[in-house]
């Protein structure tokens, strides 16, 4: 038995007693008659005490010995700490070595085991074993498990069955690029793993399977935007039987019930906003609504004057920043270098002042009189000390912008609190959108997102208009999950891939089997999927998601610990009936 | 709104209530003047009536045009029924229906939707989505879920944290083959999918995680023997600061939980047995001990004589069977046939009825008297009525064929009761076993597995006799986890590579990330990883896995439902660096 009890359960109760306990060495102070060491383990900290008076004399000189990050198990008896530590929960107490074993020694660490350390990314990625038994990282993926037991229980309390979907499935074309697997049976066959379990779920449903939901790794072979893994997981839903409204309900009563067991946050409104109107209110389809600053669009009011710039632009709009009327002329220029940085990509930026004594004053005074900016302040909803900002160009370029300068903002006034959370579902997404690259139309989920029956007209005349049975949940500016109702029937199915570019062979190649299944008594169905490395990391307070995964890739897709991928026997490449192209 | 209820859960209660139903029509009778029909989803069964009288006339016709599978929403009233089906839930009512919605018509099903179909194995591959409609699939599949949710709030209640591992790792040639992934990004390089996450979890015990689970897929590209799959469920677990009865205790726990909550089953007895008792008893390392028929060994008693096949044979060993005494001369010349098919490869089995009176008849009377048989009675524990099936040759060959024959007679007579559970773990496995093909030793669990420290000396002497810390946890015969206590420092580590035949060098290629991490402080450690799917297969009552597994794929490694593997685009070759080696 290497303990009796952990490093971090012992406490005043526990005096005078006879322990083992068994961990790592996270720090020692020798000071030559009384030794002190941390014992860490994952649950706590335990201070040891070895005493040239009380602990026997070999077991001294063995503490003596000790380095950090050793591992060691001792036996010995509960005391009292004179000095206590309310700091942490065994702070009363010390253990009074009598017996002391080394299991196994450490070199000195590359980087210190501290929760504020001196290793770089990189150096801690390489080490990740060693990463992981500081606090920030190990408290972060346990807390990843308690939301991945709570989603669980949650769901199959709902009547959610969690089914394994296959990881050797088919290759398509549509959509991201697929990670493929050559088959060594089915020569010059390849199998492609999955970016989700899309037409899977779906054959649940027509299989039956009425609730179905699963926790499931899912791969995208994407070069890598920063905080992109090529291996994510994702909670993926699909039901039976429902329309929106089924879902929305089922998925907010989870995100409530997260929120309250996880975080002890009980949320009152869960509001719903329709993309466009998002799009117009915020310049962005995932908006964070944890603070105001609303778009006010300010074309009617800004395009009656000789100002170029703003009669030229097909939007003009502005955003109120609360208590900014104070900056100065210098914070303003490097605002407005701020927002035309590569990144952001606006031509320049108008401000209005709104001076406390109801007077206005703005970049474009030979403009504008003070009723102009007056109506400028309405339609914002700028109060006297705020600072108005205002952008203009071409509608989608000119909110993304603004959208990014009212984040910016934002983070700067303090308003994104961690701890605070608003979800909003945005609805009514558009079906299709227009690919610049490719000159034609994307669907916007995925091909198997149904088209709001009212609008299916539209599909011949104006596709761009034509909106879908989809939704996203968001949660302080970030799209934590999506989904749609479902086209189940193959008719609608088949028009869908016509509008997509598929011919009726190549519909039939890559989705026959789905097509097929439609023909047999499809229900109707619809489903959601939520990013569950990004929800975790909100939850916890963190917007990026490296720390929630126990090992990640980095931006090239390398595992820098085991050194991944790396090449592979030629013996191996024969018998999968392959070669490298290129000539080593 | 599809449903008020579900087709499982109206009864009498609800009599007069008006509801709303949606499923499949399962079947249909119409009598002309009143229409009945089965409406079927996921939940049950419950009958609707159209009667002419009572229903409009438009539902009624509409009624009449609805063909098997059909999915439809009806309104209507709940009844009492004439002629109550004390065999289902909703026995006692049915629905006079009002309104009849056809939500989607369905083409004849290549196959009946019943318990027992007339559809074979590969059509129901091929319409699998069809096939999870039946009962039989439908319900394994949420037998699996409930067994999954009560293996993870066990394990999570006992402190364990749930780690996702990466799908995309390092191949390396030790043990079975590996799926690879080629990577985009680095040129020439492949991923590989895990085999099991077993170098990662024993990496998350040096990161402090202490105690680590996962419900996880794993990968292996075999030539596939009925009942395995290219890919397959693992619960993987693993504990720091554990010795082999820790191990032993916590999982035995999950097993008798699991048999008490999914069972309702109370294990008395989890006895444990060395890997050689379990040879020499049952001459496999996997027992069935739901019943007896233990091995006799009869060198001593049977190598006296001038029977000179005996006399040859490294081993003579045989069963008693209860009751076949009464076996005919033709019966068990059948049985001597069975025994010498190339499957089992017996050269013949002598054999010794156990008459009423206490006389014996055996096939080698010219050889033994009946002084010598009462001998073997006695080694094999064969009693009056007993037939003794003797057979001989090379040790672990004739333990083999003598094992298959105990399984084949216990299943003839009944003795493999699927709703009794007799659970056991092997322990002192063999740490290495001699490999007829490469001539040398391999790992028996994996190179991981530590060897008793006691045992370590024989390493230069005489390998194949070195136990390793490895216990196997087998259920009515077949072997449902397994696990060893790991090395845990470098040296030994090295010396084991060293055995395996690794060069230094080709250990710190593969294996180095992880043998630099035992120098940081590795604590002592193990686990063990049951197979999930084998698993829920059992405790389901059944020995085959295919049911319990929603898309399943066949002995060529093929999905035939969407045709996996499949060919890819040329423009996928090429991005990904590769070429096939064929000529098409």
Redesign the interface.
Known sequence: ???SHTCGELNATHINTTVTL?G?VQKSRDKGFMIWVDL????GITQLIFDTERTPKDVVEKAKTLGR???I?VKGSVIERESKNPNIATGDIEILVEELIV?????L?PFTIEDNTDGGEDIRMK???????RNPV?NS??F??QV??QV??YL?NQGF???????????T?EGA?????????????????PQSPQ??KQ??M??????YFQIV?C?R?E?LRADRQ??F?QIDCEMA???QE?ILSIFEGMTRHLLKEIKDVAINKFPRMTYDEAMRTYGNDKPDIRFDMKFGELNAVAQHKEFKVFNDAELVVGIAVPGAASYTRKEIDKLIDWVKRPQVGALGMVYVKCNEDGSYKSSVDKFYDQDDLAKWAEATGAKAGDLICVLSGQTNKVRAQLSALRMEMAERLGLRNPEEFAPLWVVDFPLLEWDEETERYHAMHHPFTSPKPEDIPLLETDPGKVRANAYDLVLNGNEIGGGSIRI??KNTQALMFDHLGFTPEEAKAQFG?LMD????????HGGLAFGFDRLVAILGGQETIRDF???P?NN????V?????????ND???????????Q?
């Open positions: 038995m290497y303990r068994s790592w860490r383990d994952r649950y990050e050793f591992v198990q299991l196994n020694e450490a070199l660490p080490y990740r074993y060693l990463d992981i038994r190990k993926l346990m990843r498990h991945g037991m669980r229980n199959s069955i969690e089914v394994e979907t296959p990881y050797l499935i088919k290759s074309p690029r697929d990670f493929v697997v050559p088959s060594r049976m089915n020569e010059g066959q390849f199998y492609a793993l037409t899977f054959l649940l027509v299989g039956g399977m009425d609730k790794k791969f072979d070069d090529p291996e997981t039987f429902v329309n089924d189940h029937d089997f299944a439609f023909q047999y008594g499809a229900p109707p995964i126990a090992f890739k090239s897709g390398r595992d610990m085991i050194d991944a991928p790396a090449a592979i026997d191996q490449l024969q018998e999968l009936s392959i070669q490298l192209s290129i080593e």
